[in-house]
C-alpha cells in the first residue's frame, strides 16, 4: 500500500516538473494597455488611428492584406475620419488590376475610394510562397480572431527578444515570448524611427505596436462606438422605465389598506 501510495506521488511530481516548464513557456499573459476603446463609453483616438493607418500602409501592408476594408471606410465617421480628398489621395497612391478592358485585357488603374485595400499576393499560394512556408494572416478581423485581442497582438509586436539559454530556433524562426510556443515566423519589422509620423509624434517601437493595434482593433468592430452609445442609451432608458415602474408600484400599493 505504501509502495502504490510513493509510486503515485512520484509519478505526479514527475508530471509536475515536466509540466509546468512548458505552460510557463507557451502560456505568457499579454500585456493589458490601458486602451481608449475599452469599457461602456470607450472611443477610438482619431489621431492613433491615422497614425495607425501609417503604420500599417508602410511597414505591414507588403505582407499582410485587409480584404474587408474599403479606402473609403477611412473616411466613414467612428474611423479614421481622413478628409475626403485624403481619402482619394491614398486611394490613387495604390495601382489596382482591373479589367478586362474592350479587348479582353487586364489593365492597371489608380485606385478610388471604393476599392477594397489591395492585397499584396495574386493568391494564397503566392503569399506563403513568399513567406518562408507561413501564410501572412489577414489583418482585417485580426483583434476578434486572437485570444487576448488588442493586448495580445500589441504584445507580440513587442515580444520580441533574444532567445534564452539552450533555446535553438530554426532558420527564419524568431522568438517571441508571447507567442505559443515563443517561436513566430514574422521578423520583428519594428525599430525605432521607422515611421516619420505626419503630425510629429515620436514614432518608438511602442508608440508604433499601440497605433496600429488601435487601427487594427477599429477595423474589426468599426462599429464599436456606435454599439457603446447605443448601450448607454438603452441602460439610460432601463433605469427610468425601472423609476417610473417602481414610483407607480408604491402608489398602487399605498391605497390599498393593509390592515386586517
Known amino acids: 500500500m505504501i509502495k502504490s501510495n510513493l509510486k503515485i506521488v512520484f509519478l505526479a511530481s514527475l508530471l509536475f516538473i515536466l509540466f509546468k516548464p512548458i505552460q510557463s ?8 494597455v490601458n486602451w481608449s476603446f475599452k469599457g461602456l463609453t470607450g472611443t477610438f483616438d482619431r489621431a492613433s488611428l491615422q497614425r495607425g493607418f501609417q503604420v500599417y500602409k508602410e511597414v505591414c501592408s507588403s505582407c499582410h492584406s485587409m480584404q474587408y476594408l474599403s479606402y473609403r471606410n477611412l473616411g466613414e465617421q467612428g474611423g479614421p475620419e481622413f478628409s475626403e480628398q485624403e481619402v482619394k489621395a491614398i486611394a490613387a497612391s495604390f495601382e489596382i488590376q482591373d479589367g478586362p478592358d474592350d479587348q479582353g ?3 492597371t488603374r489608380p485606385g478610388k475610394p471604393s476599392d477594397k485595400f489591395k492585397n499584396p499576393y495574386p493568391n494564397v499560394q503566392a503569399a506563403i510562397a513568399a513567406n518562408g512556408g507561413a501564410y501572412p494572416p489577414d489583418m482585417s478581423v485580426l483583434v476578434k480572431a486572437r485570444k487576448g485581442g488588442a493586448n495580445y ?16 530556433l530554426d532558420e527564419g524562426v524568431y522568438y517571441n515570448k508571447y507567442m505559443i510556443g515563443n517561436k513566430i515566423k514574422m521578423p520583428n519589422n519594428l525599430t525605432d524611427g521607422l515611421v516619420e509620423y505626419a ?3 515620436e514614432s518608438s517601437v511602442d508608440q508604433m505596436a ?21 448601450g448607454v442609451k438603452v441602460i439610460i432608458y432601463l433605469i427610468l422605465l425601472t423609476i417610473l415602474v417602481y414610483l407607480s408600484m408604491k402608489k398602487i ?8
Open 105 to 107: 485585357e487586364m489593365f
Open 210 to 230: 499601440k497605433d496600429v493595434t488601435t487601427f487594427l482593433a477599429w477595423a474589426a468592430e468599426p462599429e464599436l462606438e456606435e454599439r457603446h452609445k447605443t
Open 153 to 168: 497582438i500589441y504584445s507580440v509586436l513587442v515580444g520580441y527578444d533574444d532567445p534564452p539559454p539552450g533555446v535553438t
Open 25 to 32: 513557456a507557451e502560456m505568457v499573459d499579454p500585456i493589458k
Open 253 to 260: 400599493w399605498s391605497r390599498i389598506d393593509t390592515e386586517i
Open 199 to 201: 503630425d510629429g509624434t
